[in-house]
């Protein structure tokens, strides 16, 4: 959620981009294991149980802590991994509905620790058009002016991280020259955050309408920082950029400030006596009035609405 750049990372996704089966099967496969009091990632069988190479093994084990599915010190499950993933009774094991993906960009682009060029990316580079030269070397330029101290990341890291960044955001346009796995689009690809120019040189990722954006992924957004910050009143302007190396829900989803406001506004009526806005000395603040509502039972709140309408 802060940016702390003694326990950033850069380079530890194999450079291999998250794909749509990994989180699922990676979870599932994490939960086996432990059954039988297994760390599944270091056996030696892990590359059959998973079905993929030993350096893709080690990738999977990294998006999954790096979308906060498996904490990153001893492999458990998150509260969140196990809402979505858990086979028995998780909200969308199979990674079946899109508000799942919303959801896995924030967790991801919220993550400073584990995934901090993409925290980086989404929180603090603004420029709405770029190569991927540009982009690369505006990262080199925020490690050298954060990471004062300790060891660095070399520059062909930092290359590989922002490469994978716009792979990853950008839907492929597809050509007899590349690779058929690496022409597979990653699951975030399809929120549409990022787009390719004419020519495919130039990457666009700029504030707009966000209509896919489901009022409870945000709603969990914004509860996840404010509890995680301890605070019950925040300013939107705090919600829209990012402000004290926070992260901010407006920036990570590429919304526009009236898209902000006016899904914020949505949201006040969607979970009820839970948040309010309000004017204090004329700042624009959104309150946390019940502050024992879990950021979790906005996801609830979500699937279960989403489940009924299957349903009926």
Not at 150 to 159: E, F, Y
Not at 251 to 267: G, M
Request: one cysteine or more.
């Amino acid at each position: 959620m802060k940016l702390n750049p003694k326990k950033a990372s850069f380079g530890r996704h194999e450079t291999f981009a998250l794909r749509y089966g990994w989180l699922p099967k990676g979870y599932a496969a994490l939960i086996e294991g432990q059954e039988k009091g297994v760390d599944v990632f270091s056996s030696d069988d892990a590359t059959v149980v998973l079905g993929v190479g030993k350096n893709m093994v080690a990738s999977i084990r990294y998006w999954l802590r790096a979308c906060q599915i498996i904490d990153p010190v001893n492999s458990e499950p998150t509260e969140v991994g196990d809402l979505i993933f858990n086979p028995a009774g998780g909200y969308d094991p199979y990674l079946e509905d899109e508000a799942t993906i919303w959801l896995l960009h924030w967790l991801l682009a919220s993550n400073a620790e584990q995934a901090t060029a993409w925290f980086w990316f989404f929180n603090k580079f603004h420029k709405p058009e770029f190569t991927s030269q540009e982009l690369t070397t505006a990262l080199v330029d925020f490690v050298k002016d954060v990471m004062i101290e300790g060891k660095k990341p070399s520059l062909a890291t930092l290359k590989n991280d922002a490469q994978l960044i716009h792979r990853m955001y950008t839907q492929s346009k597809g050509s007899g020259r590349t690779p058929l796995e690496d022409a597979l689009d990653s699951p975030l690809a399809l929120l549409r955050l990022m787009s390719q120019g004419e020519g495919g040189r130039r990457f666009i990722s700029r504030p707009e309408v966000r209509q896919g954006l489901p009022l409870g992924v945000l709603g969990f957004a914004v509860l996840q920082l404010m509890k995680q910050r301890q605070i019950k009143s925040i300013p939107i302007e705090e919600l829209m950029y990012s402000r004290g190396d926070f992260c901010a829900p407006g920036a990570v989803f590429r919304l526009t400030e009236n898209d902000l406001i006016t899904k914020l506004e949505k949201l006040i009526n969607y979970i009820p006596g839970v948040l309010d806005i309000r004017d204090t000395a004329g700042i624009h603040q959104l309150f946390l009035v019940d502050d024992k509502y879990e950021p979790g039972e906005c996801l609830e709140e979500h699937y279960q609405t989403a489940s009924g309408e299957v349903a009926a």
